[in-house]
């Protein structure tokens, strides 16, 4: 499996009401819980980490262009966690190989300009390994979104929304893509008996807006039929990554990521 890496950490709160975490069987018999939990930047320290999920703009520069982001979201919808050992994707699965954490979708606010994980919402999970985390980035429509679009009619054919300023001038961007997303954890998540877990989904919002170069381009000429539409697409899907993430700092506590 490919690894992305995952840049703005998830407002995920909307979950907390309806996310069940039931197996294809059958609702936990435990009260095991998983919290998930969004950042967006690593914490200089280890220890003790706890953020706030704040939107304090973020700034970029080549030097040449300053990029500003005052707010994104992401749209997302069947997160589910797939048990180690297990063949099929979640996707294909029928059985006890997938837990669902939310069908959705859900509209996912990223924390800007917060060292560390913040945590988001906690819910109740079978016990057992589970080595790979799977959604997607979900593109609304009115057919089969009706529910969803009620309450967030500006996300009709928007999967992610992206507003700040590129220099100086005021921007929208809007991406209307789908995609499948597949994260590793290695090593593998357990879940015990009792107790918690901790999942951190990360994004690098620095190298959305930027050619292979590093330069910065304006967010404009990413939107549907612009000439980087691909290339924002791309870079931000690479930027996505999920790990465990017990001490909160916003880094993989795999002994590979030290």
Same mark, same amino acid.
């Given at each position: 499996?490919?690894?992305?890496?995952?840049g703005? &950490?998830?407002?995920l709160?909307?979950?907390? *009401? %309806? $996310?069940g975490?039931? #197996?294809?069987?059958?609702? /936990?018999?435990?009260?095991?819980?998983v919290s998930?939990?969004?950042?967006?930047?690593p914490?200089t320290?280890?220890?003790?980490?706890?953020a706030?999920?704040?939107?304090?703009?973020?700034?970029?520069?080549?030097g040449?262009?300053?990029l500003?982001?005052?707010?994104?979201?992401?749209?997302?919808?069947?997160?589910?966690?797939?048990?180690a050992?297990?063949?099929?994707?979640c996707?294909?699965?029928?059985?006890?190989?997938?837990?669902?954490?939310?069908?959705?979708?859900?509209? &996912?606010?990223?924390?800007?300009?917060?060292? *560390? %994980? $913040?945590?988001?919402? #906690?819910?109740?999970?079978? /016990?057992?390994?589970?080595?790979?985390?799977?959604?997607?980035?979900h593109?609304?429509?009115?057919?089969?979104?009706?529910?969803f679009?009620?309450?967030?009619?500006?996300?009709?054919?928007?999967?992610?929304?992206?507003?700040?300023?590129?220099?100086?001038?005021?921007?929208?961007?809007?991406?209307?893509f789908?995609?499948?997303?597949?994260?590793?954890?290695?090593?593998?998540?357990?879940?015990?008996?009792?107790?918690?877990?901790?999942?951190?989904?990360?994004?690098?919002?620095?190298?959305?807006?930027?050619?292979?170069?590093?330069?910065?381009?304006?967010?404009? #000429?990413?939107?549907p039929?612009?000439?980087?539409?691909?290339?924002?697409?791309?870079?931000?899907?690479?930027?996505?990554?999920?790990?465990?993430?017990?001490?909160?700092?916003?880094?993989?506590?795999?002994?590979?990521?030290?």
């Amino acid at each position: 499996m490919s690894r992305f890496t995952l840049g703005r &950490v998830l407002s995920l709160a909307a979950l907390a *009401g %309806s $996310a069940g975490a039931c #197996s294809d069987s059958g609702g /936990p018999s435990t009260q095991s819980q998983v919290s998930f939990n969004v950042a967006t930047q690593p914490a200089t320290s280890a220890t003790g980490v706890s953020a706030t999920i704040v939107g304090t703009p973020e700034t970029s520069t080549d030097g040449t262009n300053t990029l500003i982001v005052n707010g994104v979201q992401l749209v997302l919808r069947e997160i589910e966690l797939h048990r180690a050992g297990a063949v099929s994707d979640c996707a294909a699965s029928a059985g006890d190989d997938c837990e669902k954490m939310e069908i959705g979708p859900v509209l &996912v606010d990223l924390p800007l300009g917060t060292p *560390g %994980s $913040a945590r988001t919402f #906690s819910v109740a999970l079978q /016990p057992g390994s589970y080595d790979r985390v799977e959604f997607e980035i979900h593109k609304p429509s009115s057919s089969e979104d009706a529910g969803f679009l009620q309450s967030n009619p500006g996300f009709d054919g928007v999967s992610v929304r992206v507003t700040g300023t590129y220099n100086g001038t005021d921007f929208t961007y809007t991406g209307d893509f789908n995609d499948e997303m597949e994260f590793n954890l290695d090593p593998a998540l357990t879940v015990g008996e009792t107790g918690t877990a901790d999942l951190t989904l990360f994004a690098s919002l620095d190298s959305w807006f930027r050619d292979a170069g590093g330069a910065l381009v304006d967010p404009v #000429s990413a939107n549907p039929g612009g000439q980087n539409q691909g290339l924002i697409e791309q870079n931000i899907k690479s930027s996505l990554d999920t790990f465990e993430d017990e001490d909160h700092d916003g880094r993989d506590d795999g002994p590979n990521h030290q």
